[in-house]
């Protein structure tokens, strides 16, 4: 068949056939409360499992001053992605601004790091919600199963939600994110009238010398903290993803991120002290359950078990949230041919269900193969959860890069949103990015995190640089990027067609080929 192919940025375009994009599409089912479900409930569980390893590293006071700058540097960032996802309204998120500021490589490289980020990031609320749930079956039915079983069951129940359709999907992201809300202020109301909390523990570790009761261990270590903290935040990023399935991408992107960041600021304060406040800081540093731990103190282990039912739907909330987030960005990187194209099928329901099938494979074995090296109690949980945070710094620095540089490539470009941080705001989100990539290194426990993913960059670049880049297809992503902005809206100006035509007709066509 003749097939017109283009070549430019070093990488070459071949057309698809006629039916490629037809088996890759999405249905728009969201607006702007479906956006702040998805929002809140892919970051929530960070509320109940995972943040509380910082206050080991830096006691209290420490994870508190990591707190305050992560909420400065997701403003920043926030303003900044809701500027390019109205702009560039397609499913590829990050990957996409990458793509049309830094060119194929840079796009890959900034996709890859949110496919590790959002993959790693399901696989830790797998861990911790399989450890919540097998603690309540435990104390309520006396029945405890080995963890890989929850793994198993946690992914296909999540697997087969997320491949159910995105209207379901958005729906049921609003009902567990009102919810999970509900228990975490239920929780709070609780502690605040149990009689139970001592504001005092909140600084019980002993600090070293020289060292005060506010910062234990000094300084440097907030750098170790701040991953943690950013676990209160860490995935109200993927709103981008949901360009392609939202009503009004261009309005409600912006708007639901603004809503959400607010909710979860509210919310990661209330646990922070509170929930520490009532087991002690050196207590709960290391918990694997630090809710079900708070809810212990008040009530005892029977009650907390049965309240703890009600904790699990947060990291529940999360998992169906954060699955979401990889299958698109794993769909949008396919779509294009950086990934197995396999990968981007939709089928009738419209979800990348191979995407969110694969990315459950690899979270499973990243589980199992931690666990057996000795991860088991607790450690599996952090040693994934720096290699999601890992991977997110690196798509920060990167997607922060692309605006400053987008700013300056297209000055002329729609963009019917605009930071009202600009530059500056995504300069502030950089810096602290850069710092805590640079506070991996520094940091022992982080090293298993950085040599994992340095392998799979080096895995998945030199397959790109052999094969990847010599089979690209112009999906909306990339026609944007190569076209200089002229194709936007892929849903209102429709995939290929008179854009691609001219993209394609600027190196002819191609000699037929079997």
Known sequence: ??????????????????????????????????????????????????????????????????????????????????????????????????????????????????TIEYVATTAVIVFFSASYANSITAELLGLSLPMFVWYIILYAVFVLLNAAGSAISFKFAIVVSIISIAILLVFSAMALFSGKLDFNSLWNIAPEEGQSAFLPYGWLPILFALPYAMWFFLGIEELPLAAEESHNPVRDIPRAGLIARTTLIITGLLVLFLNTALVG???????????????????????????????????????????????????????????????????????????????????????????????AGGVAGAIVLNIAVWGAVIAYVLQMISFIVLRKKFPKANRPYKSPWGIPGAVIAAVVSIAIFFGFFINEPARPAIIAIAVIYAIMLLSFAIYGRKNLILSPEEEYAVSGGLHGDPQKEGYGGKVEEELLAMDGVDDDKK
Not at 302 to 325: R, W, Y
Not at 328 to 346: C, D, E, H, I, Q
């Open 1 to 114: 068949m003749s097939k017109d192919t283009l070549n430019v940025s070093g990488v070459t375009y071949t057309t698809a056939d006629a039916n490629y994009f037809k088996k890759r599409t999405l249905k728009r089912s969201a607006g702007l409360w479906g956006l702040w479900g998805l929002a809140v409930a892919a970051v929530i569980s960070g509320d109940f499992s995972g943040w509380n390893f910082g206050i080991g590293f830096a006691g209290f006071g420490g994870m508190l001053i990591a707190f305050a700058v992560l909420i400065f540097m997701y403003y920043g960032m926030m303003f900044s992605i809701g500027e390019m996802a109205a702009a560039m309204p397609h499913s590829g998120g990050a990957y996409s601004f990458a793509r049309s500021a830094l060119g194929p490589w840079g796009g890959l490289a900034t996709g890859l790091a949110e």
């Open 281 to 375: 800081a050196e207590e709960i540093s290391a918990a694997g359950e630090p809710l079900l731990d708070g809810f212990r103190a008040m009530v005892g282990d029977g009650a907390a078990a049965v309240l703890a039912l009600f904790a699990l739907i947060g990291l529940l909330a999360s998992l169906q949230g954060i699955m979401f987030a990889y299958g698109r960005n794993m769909y949008s990187l396919s779509r294009a041919g950086y990934y197995p194209k396999v990968f981007s099928l939709t089928g009738k329901r419209q979800t990348p269900y191979v995407a969110l099938t694969v990315g459950a494979i690899i979270g499973f074995v990243a589980l199992v193969t931690v666990d057996s090296l000795g991860g």
